[in-house]
C-alpha cells in the first residue's frame, strides 16, 4: 500500500524544524561528521542512539549529547559493514527509544592509496564500510520504519567525490561514494510507498578528527593536488562539522517533505 507523505504546507516553522518525539540513528557519529549531525539532530528535540566502531567513544559522545540538551542519548558499538552488528545497534535503538524515524549512514573511511599501489584489502574495505554499510543501515532502517508503519527519513553522507574526481590516491572513496549516490536514487523509489524519504548530503573537504589524523599520518603523494582540493571554496573560508549538520538537518526535519532521491551537495560552489 502507498503511504503518502503529509502535506505539512500550513504548519508553523517551529513545528517543520522540530525532532521531539522522533528518534534517530547516527552511524559513526562519536566524532566528526557524525557527531554534530547527532548534536543538531539532539537540539531540535531527537533521541538519538551513536552508532560506531569504537564504543567508547560513542558512549562518551552519546553522554555529551544528554548533558547538552533533554534527550536521551545512547551510544552503541556497531560495525556498518556487519548486517549483524547494525541490526543488533537498530534493535537497541527500538528496544530503549521507541523506534526509528531517522537513520544517518555517515560512517565512512577514506585511505589515500595510489591505484598502482592499492591492495585488494583496501579497496574492499572501503566498499565494505562506505558502500555495504549504507547499504546494511538503509535496510535495517527501513525493516523497522516499515514494521512499526511510521514512515521515517535516511540520509546517506556521500561527498563531493559522489559527483566528481578529486585528490589523487581516491578512486576506491570516489567510487564508493557515486555508488551510495546511486542507492540513495533507487532507495528512494522502492521505499516511497513505504512513506520513507532517501536523501544524500555531499559535504566539501571539512577538517574533523579523522580526515586530519589520516593527512598527518599519510601525507598525500601530491600534496599541492590535496590542497587544491581542500581550499577549493566559494565561501571565503573551509566548511565546518556544523555546517554539514545544519543541511542535514534540514534533510531530517519535515521542511524537506517534497524532497527523496537527490543529494544536496553542501559544497561550499566546489564543485559548479
Ligand atoms: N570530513 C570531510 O571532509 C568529509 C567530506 C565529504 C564526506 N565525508 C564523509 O563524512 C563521513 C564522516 O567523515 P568524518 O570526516 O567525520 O570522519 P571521522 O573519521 O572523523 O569519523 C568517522 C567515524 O566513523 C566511525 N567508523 C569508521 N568505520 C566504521 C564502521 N565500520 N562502522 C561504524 N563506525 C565506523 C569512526 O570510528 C569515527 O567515529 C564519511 O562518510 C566521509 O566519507 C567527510
Redesign the pocket.
Known amino acids: 500500500m502507498t503511504t503518502a507523505f503529509a502535506d505539512v504546507s500550513a504548519a508553523p516553522l517551529a513545528e517543520l524544524l522540530s525532532l521531539v518525539g522522533r528518534q534517530a540513528v547516527v ?10 549531525i547527532a548534536l543538531r539532530l539532539a537540539e531540535a528535540g531527537a533521541n538519538i542512539l551513536i ?4 564504543a567508547d ?2 558512549q562518551a559522545a552519546a553522554d555529551d549529547i544528554a548533558a547538552r540538551f533533554p534527550v536521551r542519548a545512547l551510544g552503541a558499538a ?5 548486517s549483524e ?1 547494525v541490526r543488533a545497534a537498530a534493535a537497541s535503538a527500538v528496544e530503549e527509544l521507541g523506534g526509528i524515524d531517522i537513520w544517518v ?6 585511505p589515500s592509496v595510489p591505484v598502482l599501489e592499492t591492495p585488494d584489502g583496501t579497496w574492499e574495505q572501503v566498499f ?3 558502500t555495504r ?1 549504507v547499504f546494511n543501515g538503509s535496510r535495517e532502517a527501513a525493516r523497522h520504519m516499515t514494521g512499526a508503519d511510521r514512515g521515517g527519513v535516511i540520509i546517506n ?5 559522489g559527483f566528481t574526481g578529486t585528490a589523487p590516491g581516491l578512486s576506491a ?1 570516489v567510487g564508493s ?1 557515486h555508488a551510495v549516490r546511486g542507492m540513495t536514487k533507487q532507495m528512494a523509489l522502492e521505499f516511497a510507498p513505504l512513506g520513507i524519504r532517501v536523501l544524500g548530503v ?13 593527512a598527518a599520518a599519510h601525507p598525500p603523494s601530491d600534496s599541492g593536488a590535496a590542497m587544491a582540493v ?1 581550499t577549493n571554496s566559494l565561501i571565503g573560508r573551509m ?1 565546518t ?1 556544523d555546517d ?1 549538520a545544519r543541511v542535514v538537518l534540514f534533510c531530517a526535519s519535515d521542511l524537506s517533505t517534497i524532497m527523496t532521491g537527490s543529494t544536496l551537495l553542501a559544497d561550499a560552489g566546489q564543485t559548479i
Open positions: 552511524t559513526g557519529g562519536a566524532q566528526g561528521l557524525g557527531k554534530a552508532g560506531d566502531l569504537n567513544r560513542a556497531m560495525d556498518v559493514a556487519d552488528s549512514n555517515n560512517a565512512g573511511i577514506f565494505a564500510v562506505n554499510g553522507i556521500v561527498s563531493t567525490a572513496y561514494k555531499a559535504p566539501t573537504f571539512v577538517p574533523t578528527e579523522g580526515n586530519m589524523a589520516a581542500m566548511g562539522p554539514i
